[in-house]
């Protein structure tokens, strides 16, 4: 089901972040306002350490700016403690990494319900989801096998599904592609395209794949910390 009323789901207000390298400062933000709406399929681009990653992890709670600050939902990241903040996280963001960043000792099945575990989803719902999540990204009938039994590709896709799994309102995505070959990701990227038009799930990518690029309805690059462009197509 296609969203039609746009929601802020991240809202960025002078966000800077300076880091200690041996005694010098280094700004890896430096001074980032972004509004980004709900049903958004955007990439983050630009050169190796123009912030990119560090963008990610700010908007997702996973570090703090030293300036400024993050609204995500509506609510002010800065504002909420460590368990707190760890459970809204937990139900608002779905992550992707390039790594795939499965648990090695559990099933298809086990990686994808995890968030869900967690939350305090009853067994039989987990399981439905699971089934309904994985047939939709591909999967049908690998819930039993471990991770090290996959083609990166179907890994990659396990992670989508795990991401997705738990209906967050937002999918962060670092460099989902890179170690995949071309063709595997440019089906991924289809399928979540399809799955952005399908349920306006948000999904945001930091990328340096001129594929995730082309298929950005919206493109920021950064430069030197700083918004440099912000194209939407």
């Known amino acids: 089901m296609e ?4 929601t802020d789901v991240i809202v960025t207000e002078s966000v800077m972040k300076v880091y200690d ?53 509506g609510k002010v990241l800065s504002e909420m403690g460590g368990n707190e903040l760890s459970d809204f996280r937990r139900d608002n963001i779905g992550f992707i990494f390039q ?4 648990i090695p000792v559990l099933t298809v099945e086990e990686n994808v319900e995890y968030i869900m575990l967690l939350a305090g989803v009853p067994k039989t719902e987990r399981h439905d989801r699971v089934v309904a999540m994985l047939e939709t990204v591909g999967l049908k009938d690998v819930e039993d096998r471990l991770p090290t039994q996959l083609s990166g590709g179907q890994q990659q ?5 795990r991401a ?44 340096h794949d001129p594929m995730v690029m082309e ?16 194209e939407t197509k």
Do not use: C
């Not at 969203?3 to 746009?6: A, E, L, P, V």
């Not at 298929?215 to 912000?230: E, F, M």
């Open 99 to 102: 790594a795939y960043n499965l």
């Open 215 to 230: 298929s950005a309805k919206r493109l920021i690059t950064l430069r030197d910390g700083k918004v440099d462009t912000d």
């Open 21 to 73: 390298a041996d005694g010098i400062p280094v700004n890896a933000l430096n001074g980032v306002d972004l509004t980004i709406q709900s049903g958004e399929f955007t990439a983050i681009v630009g050169p190796s350490g123009s912030g990119k990653t560090t963008f990610l992890n700010i908007i997702s709670g996973l570090d703090a700016p030293t300036e400024g600050k993050v609204w995500l939902s």
């Open 3 to 6: 969203q039609t009323q746009k």
């Open 157 to 161: 896709r396990v992670a989508i599904a």
């Open 164 to 207: 997705m799994v738990s209906e967050p309102a937002i999918i962060l995505a670092d460099e989902p592609t890179a170690n995949l070959d071309s063709k595997t990701g440019a089906d991924l990227l289809e399928m979540m395209r399809h799955l952005n038009d399908e349920t306006g799930m948000t999904f945001i990518f930091s990328t």
